[in-house]
């Protein structure tokens, strides 16, 4: 009687223990996600890079989290192309081209600054830019003055999945 009372306790704690285990597959190490290398850098949490505030906290990603920025990238390129991209050839009286306003999503590369912030929310703060800058994925970019269309930034909730708009340019 008491080897089958063992026996129970055993294999119900076992059951118990398989049952509770989370099955995320969030993950700080991002390299061991899927995305394009080549295009898109993610940067460990550090506060000393300006991306990150202060008063955040480290964020794990996982494969989904990547598809919805990736998601909501892409939308917020169409949405600058369709709706800023013509307003700003009319503040420009229509003497430079579309096309000089247009994001051509496939020329540019992106680093991705995931956190937490204070408020538990999980953003992805997104830098883009066209142009070599042969340290991208190791240092943040950097863009001089007047850098155009050359950068964007975008910040992405995945906690809403919702974004901001584009934010590019500089004219002046």
Same mark, same amino acid.
């Given at each position: ?20 285990k989370?099955?995320s ?5 991002y #390299?061991?996600?899927r /995305? ?8 460990? $949490? ?5 991306q990150?505030p ?31 991209? #013509? ?20 020329? /540019?590369?992106?680093? /991705?600054? #995931? ?10 703060t997104?830098? +883009? ?6 340290? $991208?994925?190791?240092?943040? /970019?950097?863009? +001089?003055?007047?850098y155009g ?9 995945l ?8 934010r590019? +340019?500089?004219f +002046?």
């Amino acid at each position: 009687m008491k080897i089958l009372l063992i026996a129970f306790l055993f294999i119900s704690l076992t059951l118990f223990t398989f049952s509770c285990k989370q099955t995320s597959s969030a993950t700080l190490n991002y #390299p061991s996600l899927r /995305y394009d290398t080549n295009r898109i850098a993610v940067f460990r $949490w550090d506060t000393t890079k300006y991306q990150f505030p202060t008063n955040s906290d480290l964020l794990p990603l996982t494969q989904e989290d990547l598809k919805i920025v990736d998601s909501l990238l892409k939308d917020a390129v169409d949405s600058f192309n369709m709706q800023i991209s #013509p307003r700003m050839v009319q503040s420009f009286n229509n003497k430079v081209a579309l096309d000089s306003f247009i994001i051509k999503h496939e020329n /540019y590369r992106y680093q /991705y600054f #995931p956190y937490k912030d204070v408020n538990g929310q999980r953003i992805v703060t997104i830098i +883009g830019f066209s142009g070599e800058f042969h340290p $991208w994925k190791m240092e943040v /970019y950097q863009a +001089g003055i007047h850098y155009g269309m050359r950068r964007l930034e975008l910040r992405v909730n995945l906690s809403e999945k919702t974004r901001d708009n584009i934010r590019s +340019g500089d004219f +002046g």
